[in-house]
T-cell receptor
Framework: EAQVTQNPRYLITVTGKKLTVTCSQN?????MSWYRQDPGLGLRQIYY???????DKGDVPEGYKVSRKEKRNFPLILESPSPNQTSLYFC???????????FGSGTRLTVV | AQTVTQSQPEMSVQEAETVTLSCTYD???????LFWYKQPPSRQMILVIR??????QNATENRFSVNFQKAAKSFSLKISDSQLGDTAMYFC??????????????FGKGITLSVRP
């Protein structure tokens, strides 16, 4: 089944404790992105990648890191999480043809 | 920069009736794509329908259709024969045509649709 797999689905952590949210897709998509969803703000792009070893900032990159060492994986790293990073996070992937992104199931992150 | 506006935060419709969700956008691009995504309580983001800006014909997917007015920069979603399973938040989204640059989706703030039995 074609899908984007994110883990974990839920995570509660403390301020300053490094964490990684994993994302993997099995569709050989070139484009991958991370979004965060906050009430009243819709979804905003954090980082994106156009291919292996090619990443760049989106609209809200502060406090996040990403890497794209393999085409299928695009982890999101929070080196020192803070409470304002409490949010719902989505990984998504796409071909280059404007077909629309396929989204993962989301990760609900709470930083206390 | 592109912006997407969904001015109605909430709507309600009776089961089996038709409802239209509004969306407007602002862009200087000529080549782009528009989408409607559905987010049910399970929070999964599900692609409902897609429209290519260079196509004049409105996209249709079963009970879902759009009214794409390029000159007015309007992209509304019509849901016919509404079902209880249509209860969800709906997001309108914009994407520039692929140019090798950031192919991000720009989302509106969403509208919560409730289908009443």
């Amino acid at each position: 089944e074609a899908q984007v797999t994110q883990n974990p689905r839920y995570l509660i952590t403390v301020t300053g404790k490094k964490l990684t949210v994993t994302c993997s897709q099995n569709m050989n998509h070139e484009y991958m992105s991370w979004y965060r969803q906050d009430p009243g703000l819709g979804l905003r792009q954090i980082y994106y990648s156009m291919n292996v070893e090619v990443t760049d900032k989106g609209d809200v990159p502060e406090g996040y890191k990403v890497s794209r060492k393999e085409k299928r994986n695009f982890p999101l790293i929070l080196e020192s999480p803070s409470p304002n990073q409490t949010s719902l996070y989505f990984c998504a992937s796409s071909y280059r043809d404007g077909g629309g992104y396929t989204f993962g199931s989301g990760t609900r992150l709470t930083v206390v | 920069a592109q912006t997407v506006t969904q001015s109605q935060p909430e709507m309600s419709v009776q089961e089996a009736e038709t409802v239209t969700l509004s969306c407007t956008y602002d862009t200087s691009e000529n080549n782009y794509y528009l989408f409607w995504y559905k987010q049910p309580p399970s929070r999964q983001m599900i692609l409902v329908i897609r429209q290519e800006a260079y196509k004049q014909q409105n996209a249709t997917e079963n009970r879902f259709s759009v009214n794409f007015q390029k000159a007015a920069k309007s992209f509304s979603l019509k849901i016919s024969d509404s079902q209880l399973g249509d209860t969800a938040m709906y997001f309108c989204a914009f994407m520039k045509g692929f140019t090798g640059a950031n192919s991000k989706l720009t989302f509106g703030k969403g509208i919560t649709l409730s289908v009443r039995p």
